[in-house]
């Protein structure tokens, strides 16, 4: 079974914090994904990887960075959170363009 | 702009009724459609669809894709509360990799 891990189920900071999430899939999938999912607007794409060090925008990268430095593990970084961003974060991986995603249990993060 | 919209947004049923969501979609070079069914926490993969008039079939639910029509229909039968959940509707463009979502349906089935 494709198993996507998420480094944190809840997660409460302060305005102005760094944070980063983690997420780790163990099955060498080539793309990785960063959803945020918020009531009534449903899942956003905030960026992908198509592949180590290779990252595209999503619809709202603004106020999001990503690291992949390993195939395994795609990271997504808050530099300065703010209360707009209190959200459900959910990480995705698929072997490739053309075929289903599998998600991680996500990340509730509340930014205070 | 690529959209996808999911009918309706919410659902109350009683369990062993019939229930169908819709899922509409304006995307440029479609590729393929899928349905994912969401609890408490990660989504959870149910069907992809690429060709038109193809039903899928896994237990209860079912699905098919008008791709003259633009849209797909997911089909709960003999629904149980098991079945509560958010379902999400995707389209993958041919462009890229990434999945445009729509809403979601929250369904509630009550007892």
């Known amino acids: 079974d494709v198993k996507v891990t998420q480094s944190s189920r809840y997660l409460v900071k302060r305005t102005g914090e760094k944070v980063f999430l983690e997420c780790v899939q163990d099955?060498?999938?080539?793309?990785m994904f960063w959803y945020r999912q918020d009531p009534g607007l449903g899942l956003r794409l905030i960026y992908f990887?198509?592949?180590?060090?290779?990252?595209e925008k999503g619809d709202i990268p603004e106020g999001y960075s990503v690291s992949r430095e390993k195939k395994e593990r795609f990271s997504l970084i808050l530099e300065s959170a703010s209360t707009n961003q209190t959200s459900m974060y959910l990480c995705?991986?698929?072997?490739?363009?053309?075929?289903?995603?599998?998600f991680g249990p996500g990340t509730r993060l509340t930014v205070l | 702009e690529d959209k996808v919209v999911q009918s309706p947004l919410s659902l109350v049923v009683h369990e062993g009724d019939t229930v169908t969501l819709n899922c509409s979609y304006e995307?440029?070079?479609?590729?393929?459609l899928l349905w994912y069914k969401q609890e408490k926490k990660a989504p959870t993969f149910l069907f992809m669809l690429?060709?038109?008039?193809i039903e899928k079939k896994s237990g209860r639910l079912s699905s098919i894709l008008d791709k003259k029509e633009l849209f797909s229909i997911l089909n709960i039968t003999a629904t149980q509360t098991g079945d509560s959940a958010i379902y999400l509707c995707?389209?993958?463009?041919?462009?890229?990799?990434?999945?445009?979502f729509g809403k979601g349906t929250s369904l509630l089935v009550t007892p």
């Open positions: 995705a991986s698929s072997p490739s363009s053309y075929n289903e995603q599998f």
């Open positions: 099955m060498d999938h080539e793309n």
């Open positions: 990887s198509y592949d180590v060090k290779m990252k």
């Open positions: 995307v440029t070079n479609f590729r393929s």
């Open positions: 690429t060709s038109s008039g």
């Open positions: 995707a389209v993958e463009p041919n462009s890229g990799y990434a999945l445009n």
